[in-house]
């Protein structure tokens, strides 16, 4: 069985940072990666790792996310800097099964910007 073990997120002013992490368990993952809801908006892609190393991220966060995963404990990590009150957001771990790709999500996590 598939878990998901978030931590992190919290309260920040904006320009400052925060760090996400992610405990994944109960399978072997090809993808790893973090993304986020706001209020009234649609789910959307934040950043994304592959199994193979290759990282995907949205334009809006280019620059100042970073993502990290270690495949071989299964963690994903997102670093977030130069935070921006438009990145006020629900984020969610997502991680995507080796040859099923189904998807498994966390229970989120609140990151609020504000000053």
């Known amino acids: 069985q598939v878990q998901l073990v978030e931590s992190g997120g919290g309260l920040v002013q904006p320009g400052g940072s925060l760090r996400l992490s992610c405990a994944a368990s109960g399978s072997i993952f090809a993808v790893m990666g973090w993304y986020r809801q706001a209020p009234g908006k649609q789910r959307e892609l934040v950043a994304t790792v592959s199994n193979g190393g290759t990282s995907k991220y949205a334009d809006s966060v280019k620059g100042r996310f970073t993502i990290s995963g270690d495949y071989a404990k299964n963690t994903v990590n997102l670093q977030m800097n130069s935070l921006k009150p438009e990145d006020t957001s629900v984020y969610y771990c997502?991680?995507?099964?080796?040859?099923?790709?189904?998807?498994?999500w966390g229970q989120g996590t609140q990151v609020t910007v504000s000053s």
């Open positions: 997502n991680v995507k099964l080796m040859w099923t790709g189904v998807d498994y």
